[in-house]
């Protein structure tokens, strides 16, 4: 069997990886103790992210003709893959929050959303909260109001009908 042959298969898997892949993120694992490596795998299953170390040569070919072809210029010196399909910023998240105690893990590069960012650009993309923490401070901000309102109208429920001084100032539109 030709070498070309055994590298199909591989080439396919980490194409199908990537494939609808929100994300990717390149790192140079090099220098993680065994307890790490197993810590950061584990940090990013739970998050629903694919990792792989891989070689540079069959990442290359996957990545052919594809939005990750951008990745290719990174691919020098031993690499890892982190691939997620549902969060576009879990991966630079987890890995640039890992690497804080893990000071040999390095970021290389990464992809997000088709744009291809270097070091410098994932590091940046890690600052971004989660969609979840998102749509949660959004939930709070639009709650707020409401809820100064409710407590308006039941100030004005318990005086029997009387509206409060304070009350009627903030709930009546200011004069022009």
Same mark, same amino acid.
């Given at each position: 069997?030709?070498?070309?042959?055994?590298? @199909?298969?591989?080439?396919?898997?980490? +194409?199908?990886?990537?494939?609808?892949?929100?994300?990717?993120?390149?790192?140079?694992?090099?220098?993680?103790? /065994?307890?790490?490596?197993?810590?950061?795998?584990?940090?990013? !299953?739970?998050?629903?992210?694919?990792?792989?170390?891989?070689?540079?040569?069959?990442?290359?070919?996957?990545?052919? #003709?594809?939005?990750?072809? #951008?990745?290719?210029?990174?691919?020098?010196? &031993?690499?890892?893959?982190?691939?997620?399909?549902?969060?576009?910023?879990?991966?630079?998240?987890?890995?640039?929050?890992?690497?804080?105690?893990?000071?040999?893990?390095? /970021?290389?590069?990464?992809? $997000?959303?088709?744009? $291809?960012?270097?070091? +410098?650009?994932?590091?940046?993309?890690?600052?971004?909260?989660?969609?979840?923490?998102?749509?949660?401070?959004?939930? #709070?901000?639009?709650?707020?109001?409401?809820?100064?309102?409710? !407590? /308006?109208?039941? @100030?004005?429920?318990? @005086?029997?009908?009387?509206?409060?001084?304070?009350?009627?100032?903030?709930?009546? &539109?200011?004069?022009?």
């Amino acid at each position: 069997m030709a070498k070309v042959e055994l590298k @199909q298969p591989i080439v396919a898997a980490i +194409a199908k990886d990537v494939e609808g892949a929100q994300s990717v993120v390149l790192v140079d694992h090099r220098g993680l103790t /065994v307890a790490q490596d197993t810590e950061l795998r584990k940090q990013l !299953r739970e998050a629903g992210i694919v990792y792989k170390v891989c070689k540079n040569t069959m990442m290359k070919r996957a990545f052919e #003709g594809t939005e990750f072809e #951008g990745l290719t210029e990174y691919l020098e010196g &031993p690499s890892a893959i982190a691939v997620s399909k549902d969060d576009a910023t879990a991966p630079a998240r987890i890995i640039c929050n890992f690497a804080k105690t893990a000071n040999k893990l390095e /970021v290389k590069a990464g992809v $997000v959303e088709g744009t $291809v960012y270097d070091m +410098a650009g994932v590091v940046e993309l890690s600052k971004i909260p989660s969609r979840e923490e998102l749509i949660s401070k959004l939930l #709070g901000s639009i709650q707020s109001p409401i809820s100064n309102f409710a !407590r /308006v109208i039941k @100030q004005i429920a318990e @005086q029997g009908g009387e509206v409060p001084a304070a009350a009627a100032e903030e709930a009546a &539109p200011a004069e022009a």
